[in-house]
């Protein structure tokens, strides 16, 4: 289609985190990502550069890119990131929203001019805030839980949060304003809970960061998935299209554990009514800021959605819908950049499981024979793994290693995506020795 230079990077895996540890599932998850995508603009003939941060050098192999530099502990990851976008004509940037990431490295990109294929600065501005998220939704009419930024003067202010969750008389949640995904969600369903998270709050929250109170909406976490509409010289309000509607596999509730995202499928039971209610809501917002792949999460109960949150980036849940839907989403997404973009009808014809797997190894081989015998196998016998275990901390059990890993099954529905997961567990299990720990 093209010889065109693109430039694709992904944070967590492309040496954002170079200088500090960070646990194996963040890094499969950005490196799930960040392989599919690749994999995508590379069959649209694309020459594409990327950075892996040095601890996962060993998985360039399975990338389908040109150009790999490598960000060690000691470099500025900034640099590195410019010198690649500088020969590149356009640039795609997935990066997390808080701390202002994703728009500092999206604004460099368009200092540089390059042409940029994920959502622009105003989208991101709107997306990355809780707050101004939830104004919108509360402007627009759409149905959404009621936030408050919580007042902070040398620490969260526990008394508003106290009367507030007393007007409500609803389980709450509290969590950064910036945050990303099921990061730091804390659940709360009376005031002894929330008293003694206060007196624990040294050790549950980031004080360099402002906190939301929401109230807590009772059903299922749901996603929808979406490509903004593409350019319109007459600057009319187009909606986005849909690419799929997702199950998010997220535990906020579970106070002995912290809040963490799993995963998914895709698409939901009832995808065409649901399709339906939100398309006609789509139709009354002006989202011409979102002009590229963006995810807004929504909860579903009965027949109500609730909308919660816009992420205005490359979701996780595209990992699965590449494999369900009858066009290679990056061409729609290049589609829409385009002088003349045409209507593609997207059709789903699959269904998919993905999935992070933490697994914990009970063979007798040493980490680097697992990476250099194991892992080619494992890619040749399952092609379900978009990121195959990967280990950098060895678990409390000296002789043991625990593992994460990132699948994404391709089947006609979901009981065979369900009777296929099985089989990838069993397979890793007895012939691998890996064992599912969650």
């Known amino acids: 289609m093209n010889n065109d230079r693109i430039f694709i990077f992904e944070f967590v895996s492309g040496g954002g985190f170079n200088k500090v540890d960070i646990p194996s599932s963040l890094f499969c998850e950005g490196y799930g990502m960040l392989k599919s995508i690749i994999t995508d603009f590379k069959t649209l003939n694309f020459k594409i550069s990327t950075l892996l941060d040095n601890r996962i050098s060993f998985l360039t192999p399975h990338l389908d890119a040109d150009n790999v530099k490598y960000v060690k502990a000691r470099d500025e990851f900034i640099n590195i990131f410019k010198n690649s976008l500088d020969p590149c004509e356009k640039a795609f940037i997935i990066a997390p929203e808080f701390s202002n990431i994703l728009y500092n490295l999206t604004k460099i990109v368009k200092d540089h001019n390059k042409q940029l294929l994920s959502i622009d600065l105003k989208g991101i501005q709107l997306g990355s805030s809780k707050i101004k998220t939830y104004e919108y939704f509360r402007n627009n009419n759409i149905e959404t839980p009621e936030t408050y930024q919580i007042p902070s003067v040398n620490g969260l202010d526990m008394n508003f949060v106290l009367k507030k969750f007393n007007e409500l008389k609803r389980p709450i949640i509290i969590k950064p304003e910036d945050g990303v995904g099921a990061e730091s969600i804390f659940y709360f369903e009376n005031q002894n809970q929330i008293r003694n998270f206060f007196k624990e709050a040294k050790y549950n929250i980031d004080f360099n960061r402002k906190y939301i109170l929401q109230k807590y909406i009772e059903g299922k976490d749901l996603s929808v998935s979406l490509i903004g509409a593409p350019y319109n010289p007459k600057n009319l ?11 998010q596999d997220v535990n906020i509730k579970d106070s002995a554990i912290q809040s963490e995202y799993y995963g998914g499928y895709t698409p939901v039971k009832n995808y065409v009514q649901i399709n339906k209610s939100l398309s006609n809501i789509f139709n009354t917002l002006d989202l011409s800021m979102f002009n590229g792949y963006f995810g807004i999460d929504f909860i579903k109960n009965k027949d109500n959605i609730c909308f919660i949150e816009i992420n205005p980036r490359l979701t996780t849940s595209y990992i699965g819908i590449r494999n369900i839907i009858n066009i290679n989403p990056a061409e729609i997404i290049l589609n829409n950049f385009s002088n003349s973009p045409e209507f593609q009808t997207i059709e789903i014809n699959k269904h998919s499981i993905f999935s992070r797997l933490e697994l914990r190894y009970k063979g007798e081989l040493s980490l680097k024979e697992i990476r250099q015998t194991i892992i080619p196998k494992l890619l040749k016998k399952i092609p379900e793994f978009v990121t195959p275990p990967i280990s950098f901390n060895i678990s409390k059990q000296k002789d043991k290693f625990d593992f994460s890993c990132f699948i994404a099954t391709k089947e006609q529905d979901i009981q065979y995506s369900r009777n296929r997961l099985n089989k990838i567990i ?13």
């Open 426 to 438: 069993e397979v890793l299990n007895k012939e691998y020795h890996f064992e599912l720990i969650k």
């Open 237 to 247: 309000s187009i909606a986005p299209k849909i690419l799929s509607i997702n199950f």
